[in-house]
């Protein structure tokens, strides 16, 4: 039971224009959700964090926006780069209910030039 | 930087041999995870420990794998005995909670199993 999902396995964007990967959940329980990138032959890194007591949350070219009604959220990249290109996972907690991360399957992320 | 350290970083085995992975969390991180990366199942939850105490490893088959904290320095996963489908990479993971949830993972243990 995928209790977090990422639909689209793969992302083409070109460099400079923006990049949307989206989430989607089934467990209303969840309270707290992350992005994490991950490059080949290493371990994932933390990207940015939403609470559910908010929409948005913005840090330099990365915004994560929460819809909590559609059980959705977005990460968008503006304006794409090179270094973006990566596998971007969605996550998500309850806090409170051991704070365990849930992932959803990852998106590959390529910014062509 | 503080880093989680994960060693070896890969292993190669025949089916049946016994396999351990080790971890060496952030310092002063109380919780640790363990997960599995496999192509189809993305990022899969094994087992984590708070203050060296289990606390769930529902994710875990029991029969051959087990996760053990001796001491707050060293998370250790075993295989025994491994089977061609554990092959995938392993990470380890510490954090804090209920600070900040970006909790920092190791570069992984690439297991593979012949």
């Known amino acids: 039971d995928q209790q977090v999902k990422q639909n689209s396995p793969s992302l083409s964007v070109q460099e400079g224009r923006i990049s949307i990967l989206n989430c989607d959940y089934t467990?209303?329980?969840?309270?707290?959700f992350l992005w994490y990138k991950k490059y080949p032959a290493e371990g994932p890194t933390f990207l940015i964090s939403?609470?559910?007591?908010?929409d948005k949350n913005e840090d330099g070219r990365f915004t994560v926006f929460l819809n909590k009604s559609a059980k959705h959220l977005s990460l968008h990249i503006v304006p794409s780069q090179p270094g973006d290109s990566a596998v971007y996972f969605c996550?998500?907690?309850?806090?409170?209910?051991?704070?365990?991360?849930?992932f959803g399957t990852g998106t590959q992320l390529k910014v062509e030039l | 930087d503080a880093r989680v350290t994960q060693t070896p970083r890969h292993k190669v085995t025949e089916m049946g041999q016994e396999v351990t992975m080790r971890c060496q969390p952030i310092l002063g991180h109380n919780t640790v995870f363990w997960y599995r990366q496999t192509m189809m199942q993305g990022l899969e939850l094994l087992a984590y420990f708070r203050n060296r105490a289990p606390l769930d490893d529902s994710g875990m088959p029991k029969d051959r794998f087990s996760a053990e904290m001796p001491d707050a320095t060293l998370a250790t996963l075993k295989i025994q005995p491994s089977e061609p489908r554990d092959s995938a990479v392993y990470f380890c993971?510490?954090?804090?909670?209920?600070?900040?949830?970006?909790?920092?993972f190791g570069s992984g243990t690439r297991l593979t199993v012949v």
């Open positions: 996550a998500a907690i309850i806090t409170g209910g051991g704070n365990k991360l849930t």
């Open positions: 939403i609470s559910s007591i908010k």
């Open positions: 993971a510490s954090g804090l909670p209920p600070g900040p949830y970006g909790y920092t």
């Open positions: 467990n209303s329980m969840f309270d707290y």
